[in-house]
């Protein structure tokens, strides 16, 4: 309501001695177009009942992810359909449109098309973008998924050249981004992810490109460059709109922890309102003996899904 008050406030200097009537009608007009914009009733977000509702609140969860086929363990860092599935069903409604800027082999796409909501997808790796495409065609659904190759810092010239004038705009965002250069160091658990994906013949990190926000070796740089993805894709959202973005705290190999979760809540505030986080949970992954007898090392079993949302007025 400031911005109405301000508007009353520029009728009354504006109009109030010379044109008193003038003055009284365009003070009444803003205060009943504010109310009908107040009376105005909010989409309904999901179709949950009361009780699911309640139940999907609840601020942490467990999701142990399923066995990856052979082709999308090529990825080095997918995160489940599960995951995704269980943000749909508090986000979106069926035909909706999702957007995942950091695609990878298409996770988000493949839970879209099986709950019959739309979705597009960005990501750096043709070759991601290839396994993603095979894994699509052999999900049931009669949604619209599109898995586009390209860099998501450039995500509004990518929609032009794909959709032309037809380009969605979208209902929420759902997404787990590099988390920093991570995979490209070998710590503790990583070391023997690492060894083991290498005596596999499998990619350590997503790729070597110049573009990929993975190989960014500066940590305020690559928290500065996440933050400049998200905010070229605000414009790109309906009002209201909330995103999922899905991070975790990372050691380093000095030992300090770089908290990249808290990081990047802080700078996409700067476009976003930052409504909550919850906690998803892994409770299948091996336990590590970290640090013994020395010094303190935690077995890292979960993740930051930070919940914003579009800012309005």
Known sequence: MGSIRSYESSISVATHDSEPHLARYLYETVRTLAGLLVALPRRRLNDLT????VRATKSWFVI?????????????AKYPEELVMHFLRFFTREDDWVLDPFAGVGST????KEMQRNCVGIELNP??????????????????AHLITGDAMAISAL??????????????????????NMLRK?????????????????ALYYSDMREDIGNIEEYESYIESMGRVFDGIRRHLNDRAYLVIVAQNMRDTDGEMKPIAWDLARRLSMTYTLRQEMIWCQDNK???????P????????HHYCLVFQKKYP
């Open 109 to 112: 796409l493949v839970a879209c």
């Open 64 to 76: 142990n992810p399923k066995p990856r086929t052979r082709v999308q363990v090529r990825h080095p």
């Open 50 to 53: 009361g009780k699911e509702w």
């Open 186 to 202: 070998s710590r503790g658990g990583n070391d023997s992810v690492h060894k083991q994906r290498r005596s596999n013949g499998l």
């Open 127 to 144: 070759e991601f973008v290839n396994i993603g495409e095979q894994h699509l065609t052999g999900v049931e659904g009669n949604s619209d």
């Open 159 to 180: 929609m032009k050249d794909y959709f032309g004038s037809n380009v969605p705009q979208f209902d929420f965002v759902m997404t787990s981004p590099p988390y920093w």
């Open 294 to 301: 020395t010094t303190y090392v935690s077995n890292v079993h």
């Open 286 to 292: 091996q336990l590590g003996c970290w640090g013994y």
